[in-house]
């Protein structure tokens, strides 16, 4: 039985979960706000998620068993919020700390049955939408230094920074930054973020960061929940296209950092929702 439930997950056919109806609303909903007025009159879906089965590290146990999905379009974008439980917020830090985070995915071709939902495949790429708590931290209040991070760190010199510069003259930005390999490289994982990361993926281990398409995010911790709005065109030129009045398919991960999940380490659905998009 759980041969026959991976070969049909990975081959793209359960859809057992019931449709998510995107509600046509007035007005703009591409700046995300969990807050929004807009998610008052929203009936919200409950998505049920396992912890990630398949490749490993795999998490010892399901940590975030359901998430509540709610959805609206405007003609233009598409915002969708999500709510699920965590006892507190973890925005990662030094070494063995990890980020509070959620993912949502399209397929990006349009096609009857979507690709694998996890990652999907060659040729059948996946577009995901990769929203962190770190990153949120960073862009409302500064991505922290290694002296913030590490209060007690002592260092003698950095390249390029000299408690006396004598007769040395301060350097640009550019020369500083050929002491930061992962900046030089062209690395997307070493500048500060504003909110998610837009990723292509063709099956597993093929994740890769793209210059972004519109998607923003912003979430809220109270009383013990995350509530978070990702945001994004309808139509995302290099990625996946929504129409209105059209039918989809999104799937959902959530991390949990201070239960150690991270990368692969993480809560998924285990099958595609279906998208109704009002016309």
Known sequence: MRTLLISLVLSGAALAQAPITVAVVKGDVSAPDPSSAVWAGVAPSTISLMG????????EKTITAELKVQAVHDGKN???RLSWKDDG????????????????????KVSEFPPPVMMGAKDT???????RAQYQRDAER?????????????????PMEFADMGTLSKKSEAEREQYSPGRVSGNPQAYSKTGVDEIIAEGFSTSSVQAGHGGKGKASWK??????VITRPLASE????????????????VWQGGAGEVGSRKCVTMMWTPLALGK
């Open 142 to 158: 500064g991505k922290p230094t290694m002296k913030d991070l590490y209060p007690n760190l002592n260092v003698d010199m950095y």
């Open 238 to 253: 290099g990625g996946s296209v929504l129409t209105p009045g059209g039918n989809g398919f999104v799937a959902f991960a």
């Open 223 to 228: 009383n013990g929940e995350w509530a978070l």
């Open 78 to 80: 598409i915002a969708f």
């Open 89 to 108: 917020v973890d925005e990662a830090g030094p070494l063995g700390t990890y980020s509070d985070a959620a993912a949502i995915q399209f397929p990006v």
């Open 125 to 131: 790429p996946v577009h995901i939408f990769h929203w």
């Open 52 to 59: 990630q089965p398949m490749i490993t590290p795999r998490p």
